[in-house]
């Protein structure tokens, strides 16, 4: 079954949403949003955070749809890490490893870039400003032109770029927050050997990785002698990052690679539940729902507390008309996991599709703790708009609509919204005072 569009940069698959910038020549850069790769990533990263004395809650991270094996930090606190690197992994410890030398970045202040309209910015703004300095990098600077604009490119090209003594920084740094966490460094050596290999390729070869942070011999040798001396070397990556590697591999192969390389890896004799997770996703995608609901039913009665689960049932049930059935899979992924903004927004989306005047002011409640969670994210504001719209309550959903401008650099159509918002409500009451701070950043990031 084809992806369908939602808006102009956004489209929804099963359990996860793919957000595009779209370029003059149709490329896209594009980052995923899914609930379980990013807590999986996350709970990687944050105990090497806090080893970095850096706020995990404060680093925001993206999931960047690339094949390609790379992750970089940018605009401050930003952690982008793209798909084929998780693929590509063969284990959760060489993810961890980079993710370590990328908190050596942050803490080192590296390339930070701190202006308003970086730290404001909605997850698309970033992509698009940032990632189009990746393009220029790996050599396709028509996209990275049509992605930032010309004018941009010579910064742009700045935020990927490390020196060698930053990398061999962030390498130390990697050691020793891999060192206090009680993690082996292996991993972070398994990836940097991978990278030298490709050092001999011609530029178009290689991984972005190694165009933007440049390998040099001191630099292995230096993670070969912590290997060598670390007690920690020995120790195994823990069940518990095994299990959530495997299965956000699958997940992600299934939903990025076609039908039939999905079963290429996981052959359908294959019963582990990463396979049947992955071939449920497979037949999902190429329309046969059944099957695909029958595989869920067989995990789910396996596993019935599992949130993600729950999740991928009600997108498969929501994504083929059936809205009624699908909320309360997505109910149950909620109650086993309320602190997803992700979750709450999925079943939001159901709730107000259903068209009925209660399950709307249930939806209405679910965007407001999803955004009290995750206030930067355009779609849930779009929908608050949607939903208090239709209940008739227009200074509401012109205020929604006003945030979802905002964060989407619409400056403009943000201070024009906000104005509409505060026409028809009391000067000083939170919805007007609202306004008045949309008002002031819009004006603020326009220049004036």
């Given at each position: ?155 742009a090209r700045s935020y990927l770029k490390f020196s060698r003594t930053q990398e061999s ?88 690679l076609s039908s039939r390389l999905t079963f290429r890896y996981y052959p359908e004799n ?131 609509l006003a945030e979802e401008a905002l964060l989407l650099g619409r400056f403009d159509n ?35």
């Amino acid at each position: 079954m084809k992806s369908r569009l939602l808006v102009p940069v956004l489209f929804a698959l099963a359990g996860m949403v793919f957000a595009a910038t779209s370029t003059a020549n149709a490329q896209r850069i594009s980052f995923i949003r899914d609930a379980e790769t990013e807590n999986t990533i996350r709970a990687y990263a944050t105990p090497l955070l806090l080893a970095a004395r850096l706020e995990p809650s404060a680093v925001r991270i993206f999931i960047v749809n690339d094949k390609s094996l790379n992750a970089f930090v940018a605009g401050g606190q930003n952690l982008f890490v793209n798909t084929g690197l998780i693929m590509r992994s063969k284990d959760a410890s060489q993810v961890i490893g980079v993710l370590a030398h990328e908190a050596g970045h942050i803490a080192g202040g590296h390339l930070v870039r701190s202006t308003q309209a970086i730290k404001n910015a909605s997850a698309q703004t970033i992509l698009g400003y940032i990632l189009g300095g990746a393009a220029v990098i790996a050599g396709r600077p028509d996209v990275g032109a049509a992605v930032i604009g010309g004018s941009q490119n010579a910064a742009a090209r700045s935020y990927l770029k490390f020196s060698r003594t930053q990398e061999s920084t962030a390498d130390r740094s990697a050691a020793r927050y891999l060192d206090s966490t009680g993690q082996s460094a292996s991993g972070l050596l398994e990836f940097m050997e991978l990278l030298g290999e490709q050092e001999l390729l011609s530029v178009s070869r290689q991984d972005p990785y190694v165009r933007t942070h440049p390998l040099t011999r001191n630099r292995i040798s230096f993670l070969r002698r912590h290997v060598a001396q670390s007690r920690h070397s020995g120790k195994p990556t823990p069940d518990k990052f095994k299990i959530a590697h495997n299965r956000i591999v699958a997940k992600l192969r299934a939903f990025t690679l076609s039908s039939r390389l999905t079963f290429r890896y996981y052959p359908e004799n294959d019963s582990s539940l990463y396979a049947r997770y992955a071939h449920a996703i497979a037949y999902y995608r190429s329309a046969r729902v059944e099957k695909a609901l029958k595989l869920m039913d067989q995990l789910l009665s396996e596993h019935p507390d599992d949130p993600y689960f729950h999740e991928l049932k009600g997108q498969i049930l929501f994504e083929n008309g059936r809205v009624a059935e699908a909320i309360p899979p997505y109910e149950k992924a909620v109650a086993l996991l309320p602190g997803s903004a992700l979750l709450l927004t999925d079943l939001a989306k159901a709730q107000i599709e259903k068209n009925d005047p209660e399950l709307r002011d249930r939806a209405i409640q679910n965007l407001n703790s999803a955004l009290g969670i995750e206030p930067k994210r355009p779609f849930s504001w779009r929908l608050l708009a949607t939903a208090e719209g239709k209940n008739g309550n227009m200074v509401e959903s012109w205020r929604a609509l006003a945030e979802e401008a905002l964060l989407l650099g619409r400056f403009d159509n943000a201070i024009s919204l906000a104005k509409r918002s505060q026409s028809r409500t009391q000067v000083g009451t939170p919805v007007w005072l609202r306004a008045e701070d949309i008002i002031a950043a819009a004006t603020e990031a326009k220049g004036g």
